[in-house]
Every structure is written in C-alpha cells, then in structure tokens.
C-alpha cells in the first residue's frame, strides 16, 4: 500500500486556471516536501515543511501556495496556470530535515496545461 | 546556488556487465549524499546513502565518497535489464531543509 498519496495522478487543466494537488502521508514523518520534474528540467525542489511551518521555498512564482492543514498533509495551489507549469508533481516527506534522513517520494501527480 | 553535476548523461552497458556512475557537489558544506533510482513512470527511490569517506556495499551496488573532492560514485556490477532507470544523485548540507538532485544519468542494461 502506498504510504504517500497523492491526488490526483492526472490532470488536464486550461491556462489561466486554478488547480490543487493533494498529498497525504503515513509514514509518520514530520518533514513534506514538493518537488517537480518535467522533460526540460531535472527533479527541482520547491517547498519544504517541517511540523506545518515553512522551511524552505525556492519557488519564485507566488502562483505556488503550499497548505498544510495537519502534519501529515501538504497540499499545493497554483494559480494562474500556464503552459510552462506542465510537469510531474512529487510529494516527498522524512523523518526529520534532510541532513542524514532519507526522502520517500509519491508517486505523483501529472499535470498537463493546455 | 549549490548544484549537483552527474555524468555521463546517458550510459549504455551489456547485460552482466559494470555500470560506473558519477556525482559532483559544488558546495563544500554538504555532508550528506544519496543515491535514487527512478524508473521509468515511476517515483525516486532510494538506493543508497552515504555519508562517510570511503566506500559501502550493499549486493550488486558499491558506493564510493571522497569528501575532499565533494564526489561521489555508483558502481552496479553485474548489470541486469530490470537495473535500467535514471538514477539521481542528491546532496544535502547540514544547515539545509531541502535535497538539492542532479539532472540524472540514464542508464540502459542492454541484453
């Protein structure tokens, strides 16, 4: 059973659109990420929370909100959607920050914008 | 920024046969590295950490770790189909709350 779930696996949407991606995780972790990765880039990190506050945000779009609601949720908005934001969605999460604890990925949720 | 550079992009080895991958950190405060493997369609897993100097085995897989170079390889000996996947190299400094990945080397088993 997959201890990190996201929804949903694919999605369609229009530019200019608004979308939510959905992750939950029990693994019992108190570390969730997001990452993307599409054709032109590698997997490129974007947001990091550790017990529901921010840790690090290298996303340079305000169009990209994270929203955690409880510990083992981070879910992430865009807004305003363009082309360009066609990728591969990964929620990741760990036992504690990065520094010597392994990140267990989803198994992501593919958006396409047309 | 920091980056992780892997080479060769792509690599084509015979089924049986020894696969040598490559990873480079370009800030000297990481401390931590990780080897993913990600198949295709799929999610990255990962397949083995290390995090001192020198060199860690773990079945068909030998990690090697030079900290005063910041380089890291893979070595897959014994190279079976079901091993091609794009494996990621990742590195994260002490102080960081993020895993910085390179872009990944390809690699296809060949029968």
């Known amino acids: 059973d997959p201890k990190i779930i996201q929804k949903p696996k694919y999605l369609v949407a229009v530019t200019g659109s608004e979308k939510i991606l959905i992750c939950e995780q029990y693994?019992?972790?108190?570390?969730m990420y997001w990452y993307r990765q599409s054709a032109k880039k590698p997997l490129e990190f974007m947001f990091s929370y550790s017990y529901q506050k921010l840790m690090d945000n290298q996303t340079a779009s305000s169009r990209f909100q994270p929203q955690s609601s409880k510990k083992n949720h981070l879910d992430l908005q865009i807004t305003a959607l363009k082309p360009d934001d066609s990728a591969t969605y990964f929620c990741a999460s760990s036992q504690g920050t990065p520094s010597g604890n392994t990140l267990y990925f989803g198994e992501g949720s593919r958006l396409i914008v047309v | 920024q920091q980056k992780v550079q892997q080479s060769p992009e792509s690599l084509i080895v015979p089924e049986g046969g020894m696969a040598s991958l490559n990873c480079t950190s370009s800030?000297?405060?990481?401390?931590y590295f990780w080897w993913y493997r990600q198949h295709s369609g799929k999610s990255p897993k990962m397949l083995m950490s290390i995090f001192s100097n020198g060199e860690k085995e773990e079945g068909r897989f030998t990690v090697h770790l030079n900290k005063a170079s910041l380089h890291t390889s893979l070595h897959i000996r014994d190279s079976q189909p079901s091993d091609s996947a794009l494996y990621l190299c990742?590195?994260?400094?002490?102080?960081?709350?993020?895993?910085?990945f390179g872009q990944g080397t390809s690699l296809s088993v060949v029968p």
């Open positions: 990742a590195a994260s400094p002490p102080s960081f709350s993020k895993l910085v």
């Open positions: 800030d000297r405060n990481v401390d």
């Open positions: 693994l019992g972790h108190n570390a």
